[in-house]
């Protein structure tokens, strides 16, 4: 149509233009004469609204409000937040499970008495007394808490209250049918429970009451060898012991190792008083078995004193050193003769009479093997040496041999070290 126009006006620009604008306002002018359908005005709809008045300058504190994050350390993302909370509930969960199993526990006895007992294996007397404690409050006659529980007082020193859980659980076993003491192993419960209540009397130093208990259960037990040993220990507490006995229960400790009991039964006859020939003989033996309880506890210098003081005793009927007796032995042994002739009078005499020669013998062995420990390679040399000789004038030539081996092996060690 430009082109029509453009051909009609000869290029003439001012027509093209005229005729635009008159097409133009043509447009318009019918455009205006036809409303717009469904046209509603804003105005009628919506009321205008005043707008609020500006903020006083006399409030110049503004508060800004956030949303409370789970996290205040991490971004806000709303999968975090999501994901933190179901976090919680899952542990709000697993809290009331865990709470509502502690809960069961805390209401059956069986529970807690196998709590205490694991308090009780790893030596926390305290915890377990207070879980047995809690449930003998369920169960009062949970005779196994009572036994238990009395084990418990027993290692903290609390003996009076281990005698009164020994006594109650005792009354409930005698109360039970034999069937229900079969199943709680009524026996042997009732021995440890005696056994028990007579080492908390002991301590407490109630020797008549804890006799009667041990008896009671020796008879129970008459093949338990520490029951019966115990016993007669008690025995010699309620009827104390003379010299000679006290020397006899340091010789059976000494026999079951337990060294240091022995080390107290010696102890106790040494200190008693007197000088007769009976209570020196007493004491010349608790000397000897006391430096081999010292020897067995490797105190060799404790051992080595012993010795000493035993040899002492052995040989002051005689009025001569261990040298001159050794020296005595050696003549013997060469049928030569020692000495005046009192002095060989009296040494052959003490030596021909019973087992001095043979207890001179232990007694210079058991001074030369502390002696060797202490490396005093000479000394304990010449103590075996006496001592071999003594065994081999005895005719115990095994004995001599061993005793010269071990010299042999002193010397040895005594080069190889210089001494």
Same mark, same amino acid.
């Not at 949303?67 to 806000?76: E, F, G, S, Y």
């Given at each position: 149509?430009?082109?029509?126009?453009?051909?009609?006006?000869?290029k003439?620009?001012?027509?093209i233009e005229a005729?635009?604008d008159?097409?133009?306002?043509?447009?318009?002018?019918?455009?205006?004469?036809?409303?717009?359908?469904?046209?509603?005005n804003?105005?009628?709809?919506?009321?205008e609204?005043?707008?609020?008045?500006?903020?006083?300058?006399?409030?110049?504190?503004?508060?800004?409000?956030f949303?409370?994050?789970?996290?205040?350390?991490?971004?806000?993302r709303?999968?975090?937040?999501?994901?933190?909370e179901?976090?919680?509930?899952?542990?709000?969960?697993?809290?009331?499970?865990?709470?509502?199993?502690?809960?069961?526990?805390?209401?059956?006895?069986?529970?807690?008495?196998?709590?205490g007992?694991?308090?009780?294996?790893?030596?926390?007397?305290?915890?377990?007394?207070?879980?047995?404690?809690? %449930?003998?409050?369920? *169960?009062?006659d949970? &005779?196994?808490? @009572?036994?238990n +529980?009395?084990?418990c007082y $027993?290692r903290?020193g #609390?003996y009076?209250l281990?005698?009164?859980d020994?006594t109650k659980?005792?009354?409930?076993?005698?109360?039970?049918?034999?069937d229900?003491?079969?199943?709680?192993?009524?026996?042997?419960?009732r021995?440890?429970?005696?056994?028990?209540?007579?080492?908390a009397?002991?301590?407490?130093?109630?020797?008549?009451?804890?006799?009667?208990?041990?008896?009671?259960?020796?008879?129970?037990?008459?093949?338990?060898v520490?029951?019966?040993?115990?016993?007669?220990?008690? %025995?010699?507490?309620? *009827?104390p012991?003379? &010299?000679?006995? @006290?020397?006899? +229960?340091?010789?059976?400790? $000494?026999?079951?190792? #337990?060294?240091?009991?022995?080390?107290?039964a010696?102890?106790?006859?040494?200190?008693?008083?007197?000088?007769?020939?009976?209570?020196a003989?007493?004491?010349?033996?608790?000397?000897?078995?006391?430096g081999?309880c010292?020897?067995?506890?490797?105190?060799?210098?404790?051992?080595?004193?012993d010795?000493d003081?035993?040899?002492g005793?052995?040989?002051?009927?005689?009025?001569?050193?261990?040298?001159q007796?050794?020296?005595?032995v050696?003549?013997?042994?060469?049928?030569g003769?020692f000495?005046?002739?009192?002095?060989?009078?009296?040494?052959k005499?003490?030596?021909?009479?019973?087992?001095?020669?043979?207890?001179?013998?232990?007694?210079?062995?058991?001074?030369?093997?502390?002696?060797?420990?202490?490396?005093?390679?000479?000394?304990?040399?010449?103590?075996?040496?006496?001592?071999a000789?003594?065994?081999?004038?005895?005719?115990?030539?095994?004995?001599?041999?061993?005793?010269?081996?071990d010299?042999?092996?002193?010397?040895?060690?005594?080069?190889?070290?210089?001494?």
């Open positions: 149509q430009i082109d029509k126009m453009w051909d009609m006006y000869d003439d620009w001012d027509a005729e635009l008159r097409r133009d306002a043509e447009r318009a002018a019918s455009t205006a004469k036809k409303p717009a359908p469904n046209m509603v804003v105005k009628d709809v919506i009321p609204r005043a707008m609020p008045p500006p903020r006083s300058l006399d409030n110049k504190n503004v508060s800004v409000g949303t409370k994050l789970q996290t205040d350390h991490l971004p806000a709303e999968n975090r937040e999501k994901e933190i179901m976090h919680k509930k899952k542990q709000e969960l697993e809290l009331e499970a865990a709470k509502e199993a502690a809960d069961v526990a805390e209401r059956e006895p069986i529970f807690l008495k196998d709590k007992d694991g308090f009780h294996n790893v030596g926390d007397m305290v915890a377990a007394i207070n879980a047995y404690s809690r %449930a003998l409050e369920l *169960q009062p949970f &005779i196994r808490c @009572l036994s +529980r009395s084990a $027993f903290l #609390d009076e281990c005698i009164a020994c659980a005792q009354e409930l076993f005698i109360k039970q049918t034999e229900q003491a079969a199943r709680e192993g009524g026996r042997v419960k021995v440890k429970l005696l056994t028990r209540r007579g080492q009397y002991a301590k407490l130093g109630k020797m008549t009451e804890a006799l009667e208990d041990l008896t009671l259960a020796q008879k129970m037990e008459p093949d338990n520490q029951l019966q040993r115990d016993m007669d220990e008690l %025995a010699a507490c309620v *009827q012991l003379d &010299i000679a006995g @006290l020397r006899k +229960r340091g010789d059976a400790r $000494f026999k079951e190792k #337990d060294h240091k009991g022995a080390l107290d010696y102890n106790l006859v040494i200190q008693m008083p007197g000088d007769s020939p009976q209570v003989q007493e004491k010349l033996a608790a000397y000897s078995n006391r081999a010292h020897l067995c506890m490797s105190d060799f210098g404790k051992a080595v004193d010795c003081k035993a040899l005793l052995h040989l002051l009927p005689t009025g001569h050193s261990v040298h007796v050794g020296q005595f050696t003549q013997l042994l060469e049928g003769e000495m005046k002739s009192s002095d060989a009078e009296v040494l005499k003490w030596s021909v009479e019973g087992s001095g020669r043979q207890s001179l013998a232990r007694l210079l062995a058991r001074r030369a093997a502390c002696l060797g420990h202490l490396k005093k390679y000479s000394e304990a040399s010449e103590d075996y040496a006496l001592a000789g003594i065994q081999q004038e005895l005719g115990n030539t095994a004995v001599a041999d061993q005793l010269a081996a010299m042999k092996t002193i010397v040895a060690m005594q080069k190889a070290e210089g001494k």
